[in-house]
């Protein structure tokens, strides 16, 4: 497990935007956030479930969080120009960005693959952080020293039978992350890096490995370490690089 402590005040004043931030590994990582002082904007696609993070945000005293509904499958270039255009108006500038949201598609060889669910795939997980990121990297160029995290995976660093659209995803990834650290470096304090969670409990992991035990994998909250030292000042410097908070 990747080792850091982090000082309760980390994210003091910060704003950092959380994307799939109603369940899952992106749930637990917004109130991880919170709890160390950040201003937390709650992207997702189910209202409910955003609502919920909400509450439990405002519940414990933390800084009052920004629901922003979005469905990465379906949105727009202007979709993303309009999120920059608020939070600019809302915060001025943005401190973090964690590209979280993911989905599985289907676990079936690449021969069978249906090319629809290729395109859902690629459009949530490698379109929807490239539209993203680009358009608020001038929000984030305004930030001190900003973080934007991509989320990888072990089968973006290593193909593997039946993983498809998702593990071609994540390769992809790897790539816009080394891509726009190059780019970035010398002309902003953006830092750039991606994260592999490994093994984690959360209803993708139980999709893709149903006959495993529950206990087989990681809570969430046990590979936040890594998480918080990303978006944090502590890795101040550090871009293009991959890590994994399970190794
Ligand atoms: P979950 O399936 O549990 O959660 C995925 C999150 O993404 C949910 O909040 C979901 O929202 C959101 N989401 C999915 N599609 C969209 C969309 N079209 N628009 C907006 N939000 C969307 O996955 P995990 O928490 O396990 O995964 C989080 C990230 O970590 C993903 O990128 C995944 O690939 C990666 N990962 C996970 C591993 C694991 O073992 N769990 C291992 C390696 C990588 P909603 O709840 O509303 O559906």
Request: glycine share 8%; net charge negative.
């Amino acid at each position: 497990m990747f080792n850091y402590d982090a000082p309760a005040d980390l994210l003091q004043n910060k704003v950092i935007l959380v994307t799939g931030a109603g369940s899952g590994i992106g749930r637990t990582a917004a109130l991880t956030y919170a709890r160390h002082g950040a201003t937390v904007i709650l992207l997702g696609r189910t209202i409910s479930k955003l609502e919920a993070v909400y509450d439990e945000i405002e519940n414990n005293g933390w800084p009052q969080a920004a629901i922003y509904p979005m469905n990465l499958e379906g949105a727009r270039e202007q979709d993303y120009a309009s999120l920059a255009a608020t939070l600019e108006r809302e915060f001025g500038h943005l401190d973090g960005l964690l590209n979280n949201a993911g989905l599985l598609g289907e676990l079936k060889p690449i021969a069978q693959y249906d090319a629809e669910t290729w395109h859902r795939v690629m459009q949530v997980n490698l379109n929807a952080p490239f539209l993203l990121t680009r358009e608020l990297l001038p929000l984030l160029r305004t930030a001190e020293q900003a973080s934007v995290i991509f989320t990888s995976s072990t089968v973006g660093h290593e193909g593997r039978a039946n993983w498809g659209a998702y593990s071609v995803s994540k390769f992809a990834t790897e790539g816009l992350m080394q891509t726009l650290a190059d780019e970035e470096d010398g002309i902003s304090q953006v830092r750039i890096n991606s994260l592999n969670p490994g093994a984690t409990r959360t209803a993708m992991r139980a999709t893709a490995f149903p006959a495993e035990a529950s206990d087989a994998s990681a809570p969430p909250e046990e590979i936040m370490p890594l998480y918080l030292y990303l978006i944090g000042k502590d890795s101040l410097g550090v871009s293009g690089k991959a890590f994994h908070a399970q190794r």
